[in-house]
């Protein structure tokens, strides 16, 4: 499965942005996908991620009320919009899938693919 993502760009506090992953999987609806992000110096880490089915999503709670992930199956898209970002949103962004769901969708190993990263930058 190939994933290639887009969208990051340079915007200021408080702005918006759409980041999308387009999917190569035959079968999208049975992945789950997920974003991470990792700032410069920082490890990766968890952003959100969707179930493969159903609507249930999960948030760091760093961005929680601010991030929505979606997805369109049919388009074997993911999305990752992001309102109302802070300085401390900038980092480089990823997104992933993987064959159905684990319990431990924050750690980024469990995460079988993944995208290339798409640089996002939130001036003060």
């Known amino acids: 499965v190939q994933l290639q993502a887009s969208g990051g760009g340079l915007v200021q506090a408080g702005g918006s942005l759409r980041l999308s992953c387009a999917s190569s999987?035959?079968?999208?609806?049975?992945?789950?996908t997920a974003w991470f992000r990792q700032a410069p110096g920082k490890e990766r880490e968890f952003v959100g991620a969707?179930?493969?089915?159903?609507?249930?999503?999960f948030y760091a709670d760093s961005v929680k009320g601010r991030f929505t992930v979606s997805r369109d199956n049919a388009e074997k898209m993911a999305y990752l919009q992001m309102n109302a970002l802070k300085p401390e949103d900038t980092a480089v962004y990823y997104c992933?899938?993987?064959?159905?769901?684990?319990?431990?969708?924050?750690?980024?190993?469990?995460?079988?693919?993944w995208g290339q990263g798409t640089l996002v930058t939130v001036s003060a």
């Open positions: 999987a035959r079968t999208f609806n049975n992945y789950a």
């Open positions: 992933a899938a993987r064959y159905g769901w684990s319990v431990s969708y924050y750690d980024s190993s469990t995460w079988a693919f």
């Open positions: 969707r179930r493969w089915s159903g609507s249930a999503t």
